[in-house]
Nanobody, 127 residues
């Protein structure tokens, strides 16, 4: 069993930055593929970024590529999402995801099969 706790969300102005963190319980964090997804009001949940267990492979949605960076610290059981140049359309609840039986590539489009989800953290970007 893995528990995921997100933090770092908040209200920021467009153009500013935020860093989200997702702390995971358990001693096998380094074997999990991790991801960030988001859901805006009235919209479906969408892929933001994923990272392999080693951190060596990452994927990003086109809408955030070049602005967001996903990283992980396996010693701290934590995955991060650095968000720069934020836009109002980035406003959403951001969810952390973990799965040991997938790849960073597959998690992008198979979020319905993800094993573990965090409770989400709200990010609001004002114009």
């Amino acid at each position: 069993q893995v528990q995921l706790v997100e933090s770092g969300g908040g209200l920021v102005q467009a153009g500013h930055s935020l860093r989200l963190s997702c702390a995971a319980s358990g001693r096998t964090f380094s074997s999990y593929v991790m991801g960030w997804f988001r859901q805006a009001p009235g919209k479906e949940r969408e892929f933001v970024a994923t990272i392999s267990w080693s951190g060596g492979t990452t994927y990003y949605a086109d809408s955030v590529k070049g602005r967001f960076t996903i990283s992980r610290d396996n010693a701290k059981n934590t995955v991060y999402l650095e968000m720069n140049s934020l836009k109002p359309e980035d406003t959403a609840v951001y969810y952390c995801a973990a799965d040991r039986s997938t790849t960073a590539q597959r998690m992008r489009t198979m979020s319905g099969l993800v094993d573990y989800w965090g409770q989400g953290t709200q990010v609001t970007v004002s114009s």
